[in-house]
């Protein structure tokens, strides 16, 4: 089995757009087939795989893969390369991403051979992964900068980014309050108009997690042999409002105080002056392991969305995972509230 047949399902893209898809159209976690040994072939002598961490906004992209005539963050990261070696790469995502998700941290590897630009044919040795971070980047922020890399590692040359990783972690933002959604936010959150009870989603949290047959949370169209999946954590968390200015009480408060006893500030009853807008509520739905369903996450968020504002109970929630059926879950998340968070490795400490 080839690389392009393992990635999975293909999106239906109108290619004289030169906008991402609206968000009704977006995908996640469009790695959902089973996990399986990868097929690599080793590169031949002279040439250097690199993990490369990257973290882009989504809604820039028509998603992570590379596609014809659509601009990816695939494609972005081998054109960045390709002017910095001087000759094309294939770059390779550990996590599939689709139009209007974000990525904090997403992970690929690309296989670089150092070529001589005065002497043509003379194979030089590997350039340092500190030199790639950076030259890479170079080309990437000349243009969009929308996609920038975080972080790079040498890495043997049979080390794939999606079948070695161990686990991955998604965060998924809401904003709640019945405001308009912030310039500042657009294309990041959910906004949710409703008042949410983060006490009942955290109890929903609990029935989802561990070991299941997660068919309810499984959109059409997946790949994966498999409806079982083990979810490790699922939690929701409040947190301030992004981007946060703390005001002069607030900074006030602040001071003398640990971390763990500052409150999450909440404008909702609280007077605001005029000009000044009303922040809303900000929760942090987390969710990891090692694989996910397509569209597994957003199905989720959908549910505790739906407990957080009343429409469900918790009880609702095991009815709903026991029906194995995705009809019975609500209406799934959009996309532009979905991070890649962090791809888990077993990987030995980075030389200093």
């Not at 309050?177 to 936010?185: D, Q, V, Y």
């Not at 929903?204 to 068919?215: I, R, T, W």
């Not at 505790?304 to 995972?321: E, M, N, P």
Request: one cysteine or more; a neutral charge.
């Amino acid at each position: 089995m080839t690389e392009n047949q393992k990635h999975g399902l293909e999106l239906s893209i109108d290619s004289s757009s030169q906008r991402p898809l609206k968000i009704g159209k977006t995908t996640d976690e469009l790695f959902h087939g089973d996990e399986e040994e990868a097929e690599t072939m080793n590169p031949k002598p002279g040439i250097q795989r690199y993990l490369v961490a990257v973290e882009y906004i989504g809604t820039r992209f028509y998603g992570s893969q590379q596609q014809p005539n659509c601009r990816t963050v695939v494609g972005a990261l081998e054109e960045a390369f390709q002017k910095f070696i001087g000759q094309p790469v294939s770059v390779f995502c550990s996590s599939r991403t689709d139009a209007g998700v974000h990525a904090l941290s997403n992970v690929c590897h690309v296989d670089v051979e150092r070529i001589s630009k005065r002497k043509p044919g003379e194979v030089l040795p590997p350039h340092e992964p500190g030199v790639v971070h950076k030259a890479v980047n170079h080309f990437l922020q000349k243009h969009e900068g929308d996609v920038t890399v975080v972080d790079v590692r040498s890495v043997p040359n049979d080390f794939h980014a999606r079948y070695k990783a161990q686990e991955r972690t998604y965060f998924y933002r809401l904003v709640s309050g019945p405001e308009a959604l912030s310039s500042f936010e657009k294309d990041r959150a959910w906004h949710v108009p409703e008042t949410l009870n983060i006490g009942a989603m955290q109890e929903a949290c609990k029935v989802l997690v561990g070991h299941h047959d997660f068919s309810s949370f499984r959109a059409a169209g997946c790949q994966a042999n498999s409806p079982i999946r083990t979810l490790d954590e699922l939690n929701v968390c409040e947190v301030a409002s992004t981007p946060y200015f703390p005001t002069s009480m607030e900074r006030k408060q602040r001071q003398g105080k640990e971390e763990s006893e500052i409150e999450v500030p909440c404008s909702e009853t609280c007077e605001v002056g005029f000009g000044i807008r009303r922040r809303h509520r900000c929760f942090v739905v987390t969710a990891r392991a090692r694989s996910f369903l397509y569209h597994q996450v957003r199905l989720m968020v959908g549910v505790l969305k739906a407990v957080g504002s009343g429409d469900l109970t918790v009880g609702d929630v095991g009815r709903i995972l026991e029906a194995k059926n995705v009809s019975s879950a609500r209406p799934m998340a959009p996309a532009c509230g979905l991070y890649l968070g962090h791809v888990k490795y077993d990987l030995p400490p980075a030389p200093h």
